[in-house]
């Protein structure tokens, strides 16, 4: 809900942090799944790249056509005219990217000055990032404050408590088709949680084990 207020705000910069096995990945694909047919939108599952590749990356999300030897000026120029004519067409333009921790300080920046094209009354491409809590130390540099000034929507994923484990369990259960009991007695359930510190992915690794062992 954040992430679609956020956009349909036309915010420039939004970053979604959580630990490992939280949920990132998953949230990342289903906010690119229900985004409607007036959001056109570009992902980047992997951002360890250069500036110069994260251009090209991004010209090629967009569909813009680039010779090989294309520098970072063309890409910036050509990346520009594409927005402004998906915007024109009313589309918002929404730049995705996981694992956002795995940038360098100079691909970030690169990042920023992309987020910097907008038009007199709005911005022309809205960002957002999704990365471990190693991205907040790194936003936290004093040479990236201007990037971190602009993130104008921040959200951290928690680990699951106790109750929301034993929840997020009976959910799965259900899903798959189990219309009995209480399958986890009280005691196990307790384990889980404590075992798997309220980490999903956990979670599931560790029930499915306990199943197969039952």
Known sequence: NMLQVALAAGEGFVKIVGEVGTGKTLLCRQLLAILGENYYTAYIPNPQLSPGALYRAVAEELGVKSKSRDGVTEFQAAINRRLIELVAGGQQVVLVIDEAQAMSEKTLEALRLI?????????????????????????????????RQRISFSCRLPALNREATRDYINHRLSTA??????LFSDRALSTVHRVSAGVPRLVNIVCHKAMLSA
Do not use: A, M, W
């Open 115 to 147: 987020s910097n094209l907008e038009t007199e009354t709005r911005k022309l491409i809205h960002i957002v990032l999704f990365g471990q809590p190693e991205l907040d130390r790194l936003l936290g540099q004093n040479n990236l404050r201007q990037l």
């Open 177 to 182: 088709g189990y219309n009995g009991g209480q």
